[in-house]
């Protein structure tokens, strides 16, 4: 079984500026996560999706971050502006559901400078 | 507020020093418990699932144990590749989301 893929492994780009992460979850998976995860602390979760409807977005900040899970499959985050403050690995995550436990992809590392 | 407790932050280890980890959690009817594993540049890796308490569950030198407020993992004659930070999560009825905790460290001198 294929695994979460993501898409860059790592990106640095200067505050002010945009960029974007790309997923795509294990085939199946209706359930698709993206978290933050600052160096040193726990992964905080962004987004849900089921299927391509938004479930849980309460922790997105919204004025710079936006997602969207094209036909339910794969999903973009987008950052725009960026701030030093979300440097992070940004993690994305798929499950079939029903709050058992997830398979995380490797990660983008962004760096922003 | 739902929250996840890990202790201790980070934890050295002679090799085949056994010790525990503890996660303590606040979720109001807990759905699952669960453990991760997360090597350096990598995402987590799952381990156990745990939903009631008094579950256990093994894999090789891990063996998760759940109560009522809190989580272990114990950790058997431990080698330097279970370096690593693991991390406990929980998931609550009324959502499919996890919660984690920020992790314990773990570093296994040979």
């Known amino acids: 079984e294929a695994g979460v893929a993501q898409s860059p492994r790592y990106k640095i780009i200067e505050k002010r500026q945009s960029v974007a992460f790309w997923c795509n979850p294990i085939?199946?998976?209706?359930?698709l996560y993206w978290y933050q995860q600052i160096l040193g602390q726990g992964p905080k979760l962004l987004i849900q999706?089921?299927?391509?409807?938004?479930?849980?977005d309460s922790q997105l900040p919204k004025d710079r971050f936006s997602a969207e899970r094209l036909k339910g499959v794969d999903s973009t985050l987008k950052i725009q502006p960026a701030k030093l403050e979300d440097s992070a690995v940004y993690l994305c995550?798929?499950?079939?559901?029903?709050?058992?436990?997830?398979?995380f992809g490797s990660g983008t590392r962004l760096t922003v400078v | 507020e739902d929250q996840v407790t890990q202790s201790p932050e980070a934890l050295r280890l002679q090799e085949g020093e056994s010790s525990s980890l503890n996660c303590s959690y606040t979720?109001?009817?807990?759905?699952?418990l669960f453990w991760y594993r997360q090597d350096p540049g990598k995402g987590p890796e799952f381990l156990f699932t745990l939903y009631s308490a008094g579950e256990e569950k093994e894999k090789e030198r891990l063996k998760a144990t759940l109560t009522k407020k809190e989580s272990f993992l114990h950790i058997t004659a431990p080698k330097p590749e279970d370096s690593a930070t693991y991390l406990c999560a929980s998931s609550y009825s009324s959502a499919s989301k996890i919660i984690f905790g920020s992790g314990t460290r773990l570093s296994i001198r040979p």
């Open positions: 085939s199946g998976h209706a359930t």
């Open positions: 995550a798929s499950s079939l559901g029903g709050g058992d436990g997830y398979t």
């Open positions: 979720v109001s009817g807990l759905r699952g």
């Open positions: 999706f089921q299927n391509n409807g938004v479930v849980d």
